[in-house]
């Protein structure tokens, strides 16, 4: 990248982003994307460089494949995060380039001599764990606010904090986020979901007043009461991230992860005279979990744990009490029978809504095991022992279900003599 242009002036290219971040952090990256300052588009061509950026000219390099973007300003000129005019040119600096970015921490590059340039304070920033805005530009563009709780979501765990004045520039943007299409909302969402702490994202989102425009049904969780007894937390907003916080231990799954940010909806409904008893809130939030999951266009495995995982939670709190008849009803809704992952999947999603809970961070969840076993035992029972008996058709369903139900009944009493 030595080549010089017309002018004399050599061609520089400039690690930028996160890979200069997450080096300075001691963070893992597996990603280098590179801004190249100097250059005109048919010199990157010239030196075998594919194109394939049309909003603006960003380049793949001939062998590596990593990104490379010419230095390119913005300046606003519509409303939303699309509403802008980019300029790129070979009289663009690697400052004005920088300029654009959203925090500091990523307004840092590295030089092919391994230099750091760091106009905007980013290196103090990490030094200090603050998420910090580059410039007052920041308020132009909604998309923002949820890169800042991503970004939070991933570095909170190592004690970083967004800076106070940062904030006060979300909550301004907040007349903008209904701009946000919701397949970027859940694009967002979903990385923020697969961070180490994803429950600051929501957390922040909500501070901000972020998640009551672009998640009113979560948003409406905060202020509602639970019983004490059950819920030491008191506030279902915070039982709520709690139980995600558990989910992230057990598992990395975004879609069990969002199952058990989802699974109390119905509480955000219940009439404020019935506070803190939320009966039949498993049912009520139903349609919540339906209606957030279309606004968002959430696949369609995050969807369908969530709903399994919100009506039947209840039930499997309650799993020793549960008859026979009423395991195997459970086990038929779950589709144990051509899914038993999914099963798994449910209960852990109920141990994280256990584990969600002042004082009980630590705590067995022994319906799991139980009706692990049970689970076990009906699935054991074989269709081919009832064809060879000569049943067909109906038959062989009702035989089916009557041979599960008395190989759940005979685990039951076996759990019930250990």
Request: glycine share 6%; net charge neutral.
């Amino acid at each position: 990248m030595a080549k010089k242009m017309a002018t004399g002036k050599p061609v520089q290219r400039y690690l930028v982003g996160g890979a200069v971040r997450d080096s300075l952090l001691g963070y893992p990256f597996h990603e280098r994307d590179w801004v190249v300052v100097g250059a005109t588009p048919q010199q990157m061509l010239d030196l075998g460089y594919q194109q394939v950026g049309k909003d603006f000219p960003v380049f793949l390099h001939p062998e590596t494949k990593e990104e490379h973007a010419l230095a390119r300003t913005e300046r606003k000129s519509g409303k939303g995060y699309t509403g802008f005019t980019v300029y790129a040119a070979p009289d663009v600096t690697l400052e004005q380039d920088l300029l654009r970015r959203d925090l500091t921490i990523n307004a840092i590059a590295q030089a092919d001599d391994d230099s750091v340039i760091d106009p905007f304070g980013g290196v103090a920033d990490i030094e200090q764990k603050i998420l910090r805005h580059v410039s007052e530009a920041f308020a132009e563009d909604p998309l923002r606010v949820l890169r800042v709780a991503r970004f939070y979501a991933r570095y909170a765990h190592l004690g970083f904090s967004v800076a106070p004045e940062t904030q006060v520039l979300m909550q301004q943007l907040s007349t903008e986020l209904s701009t946000l299409t919701p397949e970027r909302v859940w694009q967002e969402t979903a990385k923020a979901l697969s961070e180490q702490t994803p429950q600051a994202y929501f957390q922040l989102l909500y501070d901000t007043g972020a998640l009551s425009v672009l998640m009113p049904e979560l948003s409406a969780l905060w202020g509602v009461p639970q019983p004490p007894k059950w819920h030491p937390e008191i506030d279902t907003g915070v039982h709520t991230l709690m139980v995600l916080q558990q989910a992230a231990l057990l598992s990395p799954r975004i879609d069990i992860r969002f199952a058990a940010l989802v699974h109390d909806l119905g509480k955000g409904v219940t009439k404020p005279e019935l506070w803190p008893s939320h009966h039949g809130h498993e049912h009520s939030g139903l349609p919540l979990i339906s209606q957030l999951c279309d606004h968002l266009r959430v696949p369609n495995d995050c969807r369908d744990l969530a709903l399994l995982v919100c009506e039947y939670h209840q039930i499997i709190h309650r799993a020793n009490q549960l008859k026979s008849s009423t395991v195997l009803k459970l086990f038929d809704a779950v589709d144990l029978w051509r899914k038993p992952q999914r099963l798994d999947d449910i209960l852990l999603c109920c141990m994280a809504d256990l584990r969600g809970r002042t004082g009980f961070e630590l705590a067995e969840y022994a319906q799991a095991e139980y009706l692990k076993i049970l689970a076990q035992a009906a699935r054991k029972v074989s269709a081919k022992e009832l064809v060879a008996q000569g049943l067909t058709g109906e038959a062989i369903k009702q035989g089916l279900q009557r041979s599960r139900l008395a190989a759940i009944k005979a685990a039951k009493q076996q759990c019930l003599n250990t």
